[in-house]
C-alpha cells in the first residue's frame, strides 16, 4: 500500500540561513493520525510546509501517494489541482489564510479555483457554515473576527473541498475552549471517516486527542523518536532533552501538567514531581 | 533562577534623579486618533448593522450614482447648482442617518478650500470692480512689486471663490456619503460587479483586508511608544523612532504577503482569479440609479438656466 | 499634495485618466513578471503598507509635524513599476473608502505621486547610490536625495496641473471655473512649500527607513525582470522596418503636393512665408550647420525622387545607429559605475 507521504534524506534551509531540518526521513500510511511536535524552532512548521508542496527541500525528496512533490508535478494536471483539493493546510496565522473580503467569499475561494459549478458552492459553503457554527458571520470581514471565529472560518474554507488530508500548524494556539473543543470533534468525526491527520504542536496536551503516532524534533532539527504516542510521551527524559517540558512537569497517564516553579507547594491530585533522575510514577 | 538585583524593589528610583515634567504627546495622540479613525470602518462590522435603504442598495448602484453625481458637479458652473448640489448631498446623509462625525472630512475640505482660494476673492487675483475693500497701499511698492491702489474683495472673486469651494465640498459630501453608506469590502466588491479587470480588483479587496492588519501593528507601535514617553526625545531622535516604525512595519508586509502567498498557493491558486457571481440588481437598486440620473439631470439644468 | 474634486476640470482630469491606463496595465504586467503568483499578494501589501507610511506623522523641527507620502521609499524597496501599482491603490483606498482626496483626480493624483514621483527619485536613488562605493551612508543619502527629489517633482507637477487650470476653462465672462490660480502662482506656491519643508520630510522618511531595514537585515535587492532576448530582436526588426519605410514620407510628400511641415520652415521659407525674418531668427540660423541638411547632401532635394529617397533612408540608418551608440556607451558608463559596487 503506498504511503500517503513519503518523507526521505529532507534537508531545508530558508535562503542564507542554517539549516531547520536537518537529514528527516519518515512515511505516513493513509488514514493515520501523526503528531510533529518539538520545542519552537525544531523545524515542524517548516517540516508541514514541505508537506504540502509550498517549498522544495535543498536535499532529499517528498512524496505524495508515490509522486515526488516538484514545482512542474504542482503545475500539472490533473496532478497539481487534486494535490490541492485532497490535502488542506491550516496555517497557524490565520490572518494569513483568510486573505478575502468576507467568509463567505473566504469559504468560495478553493471551489472556485477547482472550477466547480456556482450551485455545488453555494450548497458547500452552507453547510460548512453550520458545521462550524458560524453562519452568522457569512458576510462579515475578516477583521472584525476574533481568534476563534477566524480558526473556524479557516478550517471552514478547507473542509468545503472535502480533502482527504489535514496538515494543522498548531491549531489551538491561542482558541477560546468552545472553539477548541468544536476543533477537535470535528478532526475526531472526519478522522473516523478516513481523513489522515499530520499536526505540529509543542502543545502536549492535544496529543491524546490529535494523534496516535508522535515523531519528536529536536532542536537540532532531527528526528529522535518516531512511535506510538504512549511509549514516545512515557520518555520523560527525551522531551526534558527536547525541551518540551521542564523539570516541574509531571506526566499523568497521557498528559502532562505543567506547574510553576515552586518547591514547596501541596499537590493534590496525589503523583510527585518529576525532577531530574526521579522515577515517573506507574499509571 | 539568579537572585533579584539589589535595585529591582518596588519603585526604587536611582540617588539624585528628579522627576521630569511630562512632555507633550499631542503628536502621538493625533496620529493614534486619525489610525483609529481609520481602523473604524475597515473593523467595526456587522454588529450593529444599519439598515436603512441607502445602506441596502447594491453597492454598484450606489458607486454609480455617487461616481456620476461627482463627476456632474464638476461639470457644474452657476453657485445656484453648486449649493443645490450639496444640499442634495447632505439630504442625502440626512435621510441615510449618517453620523456627522462621517462627514467632519467634507468641513475640513470647505474650510480648507475657503482658506487656499481666500485670495481669489481679491482684486488683484480675479479683476473686477470692488466689494469690500480691505487695503489702500494706495500705489506704493513693496520689494520688488508695485502695489495697485487699494486691495479689495470683489463681486467675481467672491463668485470664483465660492465655486470652488461649493463644488470642493459637493464632492466631498457626494464621497463622504457613499463611504458612509457602504461597507468597505462591499464597496470594492461592487467595482468588480461593474467590469473593472478581476486581478485588479482582487487586489484592491486584499489591499482593504491587510490595511486593518497594519494599521493595527502601526496603533501597536504607536500605544507602546505612548506608554514609554516621559519626555520629548528630540526631533532626530523621533524621526528615528519613525523610521523604526516604517520599517517594522514593511517587514511585517512582506512576511505577511509571503505567508498569503502560500496560502493561496495551498488552495489551488495558479494565478487566475476566480471570484464568485454577483448578485443581480432590486427594484430599489434601479430606482437608486434613476433617481441619481434625475438629480444629475435636474442640476445640470438648473445650471444651463441661469447665468 | 492630495488634488480634491473640483478644482480640476474634465479638460484635465479625463486626459489624466487616459494617460493612467496604459501605465496601470504597463505596471502590472511588469510585476507579473518579477513577482509570478505573488504578485497579487505582494501588491496588496504594498498599498497598505503605502498607506500606513502616509499616516505616521514626522517630526519636524520647530514643533511641527508633517507626513511623508512614501512613494520613493516604496519605490526604493520594491522597484518603481511596484511603487505605480502601490501607491495607486493606496490613492485610491483612500478616495473611496475615506473620501480622503478626489474621486475624478484620482488619476491625476496618480500621475503626481504614483508615477512622477516614484520614478524622479528612484532614478535619482540610483544615479547617486551608483557612483562610487556603495556603503550604506551613501545609499542613504542617495535615498534622502531621491526622497526630496520625487517629492518636488510631484509638487511640481500638481502645481503645473492646478496652474493651467485657468487657461483651459473659463466661463462666458472669462472668470476661471475650476483652480482659480495661474501657473505663476501655483507652481511657486506648491514649489516653496515642498522645497523648503515637505521634501525634507520625505528624504528623512526614505533614507531613514531605508537605513533602519538595511541594519536590521531585510533583503534588499530590488527584483528586476531581465530583459528577454525576444523583445530586443522584436524591436530591431521594428526599427529596420520603420527605416525601411522612412522615404514613404517624401513620396506621400510629393503626392499630394505639401510643402514643409507647419512650424518647421527653414530660415529661407520663413522669411518667404511672413515677409521678413526675426532679428532672434536672424542670429541663431547660422549658428550650427548640420552634417546632413534635411536628410540629405546639398542639393539632394533637387536631384531624381529615386536619389533623394535613398538619401533619407541612408540619414535614418546614420540616426538609428548614432542613436543605439549614444544609448550603449550610457549603459556601459552605469553599469561600469554599477559594477563597482558590493552590496555592503
Known amino acids: 500500500m503506498t504511503p500517503l507521504f513519503a518523507v526521505s534524506g529532507v534537508r531545508f534551509a530558508y535562503a542564507g540561513q542554517p539549516p531547520c531540518l536537518d537529514g528527516i526521513s519518515f512515511e505516513v500510511p493513509v488514514g493515520e493520525r501523526l503528531a510533529l511536535v518539538g520545542a519552537n524552532g525544531s523545524g515542524k512548521s517548516t517540516l508541514l510546509h514541505l508537506l504540502d508542496g509550498l517549498y522544495a527541500p535543498s536535499e532529499g525528496s517528498v512524496a505524495y501517494l508515490g509522486t515526488a512533490l516538484s514545482q512542474r508535478a504542482l503545475s500539472s494536471a490533473p496532478f497539481g489541482p487534486r494535490f490541492r483539493q485532497q490535502v488542506g493546510f491550516l496555517f497557524q496565522n490565520s490572518d494569513a489564510q483568510l486573505f478575502c473580503p468576507t467568509v463567505e467569499e473566504e469559504l468560495a475561494f478553493g471551489p472556485l479555483q477547482m472550477g466547480w459549478g456556482a450551485d455545488e458552492v453555494a450548497r458547500r459553503i452552507e453547510e460548512a457554515l453550520a458545521l ?71 502543545d502536549l496536551t492535544l496529543l491524546p486527542h490529535l494523534a496516535d503516532r508522535v515523531i519528536v524534533l529536536s532542536e537540532e532539527h532531527r528526528v529522535v523518536a518516531d512511535g506510538e504516542a504512549g511509549p514516545v510521551l512515557a520518555d520523560t527524559d527525551l522531551l526534558l532533552a527536547v525541551n518540551l517540558i521542564h523539570a516541574h512537569s509531571h ?33 | ?58 453597492p454598484r448602484a450606489k458607486l454609480v450614482a455617487a461616481a456620476g453625481l461627482i463627476v456632474v458637479a464638476t461639470l457644474l458652473h452657476g453657485l445656484p447648482a453648486l449649493a443645490a448640489c ?173 505567508e498569503v502567498a502560500l496560502a493561496m498557493a495551498a488552495r489551488g491558486f495558479v494565478g487566475e482569479v476566480r471570484l464568485l457571481r454577483p448578485a443581480r440588481w432590486r427594484g430599489r437598486d434601479w430606482a437608486l440609479a434613476a433617481g441619481a440620473v434625475a438629480a444629475a439631470a435636474a442640476l445640470l439644468l438648473i445650471d444651463r438656466g441661469a447665468p | 499634495m492630495h488634488i480634491p474634486d473640483g478644482y480640476l476640470g474634465p479638460q484635465t482630469y479625463l486626459p489624466a485618466w487616459g494617460a493612467m491606463a496604459p501605465l496601470w496595465s504597463l505596471a502590472s504586467s511588469r510585476l507579473r513578471r518579477t513577482l509570478s503568483f505573488r504578485q497579487l499578494p505582494m501588491t496588496a501589501l504594498a498599498a497598505a503598507f503605502t498607506f500606513v507610511v502616509m499616516m505616521f506623522s514626522v517630526p519636524l523641527p520647530g514643533g511641527t509635524s508633517g507626513h511623508a507620502v512614501g512613494s520613493v521609499l516604496v519605490a526604493v524597496l520594491l522597484g518603481p513599476w511596484a511603487a505605480v501599482v502601490a501607491v495607486s491603490l493606496a490613492l485610491a483606498v483612500q478616495a473611496l473608502l475615506f473620501g480622503d482626496g478626489g474621486i475624478t483626480a484620482l488619476a491625476a493624483n496618480c500621475l503626481t505621486m504614483a508615477v512622477a514621483m516614484p520614478f524622479s527619485g528612484w532614478w535619482t536613488y540610483r544615479l547617486l ?84 531595514l538595511e541594519r536590521t537585515g531585510a533583503a534588499l535587492e530590488t527584483p528586476e525582470a531581465p530583459p528577454s532576448r525576444g523583445a530586443l530582436r522584436r524591436l530591431a526588426i521594428a526599427v529596420a522596418a520603420l527605416v525601411l519605410a522612412s522615404p514613404l514620407g517624401l513620396i506621400a510628400a510629393a503626392r499630394f503636393g505639401a510643402g514643409t511641415a507647419w512650424g518647421e520652415w527653414s530660415a529661407g521659407e520663413l522669411a518667404r512665408i511672413a515677409g521678413r525674418l526675426p532679428a532672434g531668427f536672424q542670429r541663431l540660423a547660422p549658428l550650427w550647420r548640420a552634417p546632413l541638411p534635411d536628410y540629405g547632401p546639398a542639393g539632394a532635394e533637387s536631384s531624381t525622387p529615386g536619389a533623394h529617397a535613398l538619401w533619407y533612408l541612408l540619414s535614418a540608418v546614420v540616426g538609428v545607429a548614432a542613436v543605439a551608440a549614444a544609448a550603449y556607451a550610457l549603459r556601459r558608463l552605469i553599469a561600469r559605475k554599477g559594477r563597482d559596487d558590493r552590496p555592503a
Not at chain 2, 540617588?15 to 473593523?43: E, F, W, Y
Not at chain 3, 562610487?132 to 507637477?157: D, K
Open chain 1, 132 to 202: 462550524l457554527e458560524i453562519g452568522r458571520l457569512r458576510g462579515r470581514a475578516p477583521a472584525a473576527l476574533s481568534a476563534g471565529e477566524k480558526k473556524r472560518v479557516a478550517l471552514a474554507s478547507l473542509l468545503v473541498l472535502a480533502p482527504s488530508v489535514l496538515l494543522l500548524d498548531e491549531p489551538t494556539a491561542g482558541l477560546d475552549p468552545r472553539s477548541q473543543s468544536l476543533l477537535l470533534e470535528i478532526l475526531e468525526a472526519l478522522h473516523a471517516r478516513g481523513l489522515t491527520l499530520v499536526t505540529a504542536t509543542h
Open chain 3, 129 to 212: 547610490a551608483r557612483t562610487g562605493r556603495a556603503t550604506l551612508r551613501r545609499r542613504q543619502a542617495a535615498a534622502a536625495a531621491g526622497g526630496y527629489v520625487g517629492v518636488n517633482v510631484a509638487a511640481l507637477a500638481t502645481g503645473v496641473l492646478l496652474g493651467i487650470q485657468p487657461h483651459l476653462a473659463r466661463d462666458a465672462a472669462g472668470r476661471p471655473l475650476y483652480c482659480p490660480f495661474g501657473l505663476r502662482a501655483a507652481v511657486p506656491a506648491m514649489a516653496v512649500a515642498h522645497l523648503l519643508v515637505v521634501g525634507f520630510v520625505e528624504a528623512a522618511v526614505t533614507a531613514l527607513a531605508l537605513a533602519w
Open chain 1, 251 to 283: 506526566r499523568h497517564g497521557r498528559l502532562v501538567h505543567s506547574h510553576p516553579h515552586r518547591h514547596v507547594v501541596a499537590h493534590d491530585h496525589g503523583h510527585d514531581s518529576v525532577a531530574g533522575g526521579e522515577e515517573p510514577p506507574e499509571g
Open chain 2, 1 to 58: 533562577m539568579t537572585a533579584l538585583p539589589e535595585w529591582l524593589r518596588l519603585d526604587a528610583m536611582p540617588p539624585g534623579t528628579p522627576p521630569r515634567a511630562p512632555a507633550g504627546n499631542r503628536a502621538l495622540a493625533r496620529t493614534l486618533s486619525a489610525i483609529g479613525r481609520a481602523l473604524a470602518p475597515l473593523v467595526c462590522d456587522a454588529g450593529s448593522p444599519r439598515v436603512g435603504p441607502i445602506e441596502d442598495a447594491d
Open chain 2, 86 to 258: 450639496l444640499a442634495l448631498a447632505l439630504g442625502i446623509a440626512a435621510f441615510a442617518g449618517v453620523p456627522a462625525r462621517r462627514l467632519a472630512p467634507v468641513a475640513a475640505v470647505a474650510l480648507a478650500s475657503a482658506l487656499v482660494v481666500l485670495p481669489a476673492t481679491l482684486n488683484v487675483v480675479s479683476g473686477g470692480a470692488p466689494f469690500l475693500t480691505v487695503w489702500r497701499p494706495a500705489r506704493g511698492t513693496l520689494g520688488p512689486w508695485r502695489l495697485p491702489e487699494a486691495v479689495a474683495v470683489t463681486r467675481e472673486g467672491l463668485l470664483v471663490a465660492g465655486r470652488i469651494v461649493l463644488r470642493a465640498a459637493a464632492c466631498a459630501a457626494l464621497a463622504a456619503v457613499l463611504a458612509a453608506t457602504t461597507r468597505p469590502h462591499r464597496l470594492l466588491g461592487g467595482l468588480r460587479a461593474l467590469g473593472l479587470p478581476q486581478g485588479f480588483v482582487m487586489v484592491l479587496a486584499m489591499t482593504e483586508r491587510y490595511l486593518a492588519v497594519l494599521l493595527q501593528a502601526a496603533r501597536e507601535l504607536h500605544l507602546a511608544r505612548l506608554a514609554r514617553t516621559v519626555s520629548a526625545l528630540g526631533v532626530r531622535r523621533e524621526e528615528a523612532w519613525v523610521a523604526a516604525g516604517v520599517g517594522a512595519v514593511f517587514r511585517r508586509s512582506r512576511a505577511l504577503a509571503e
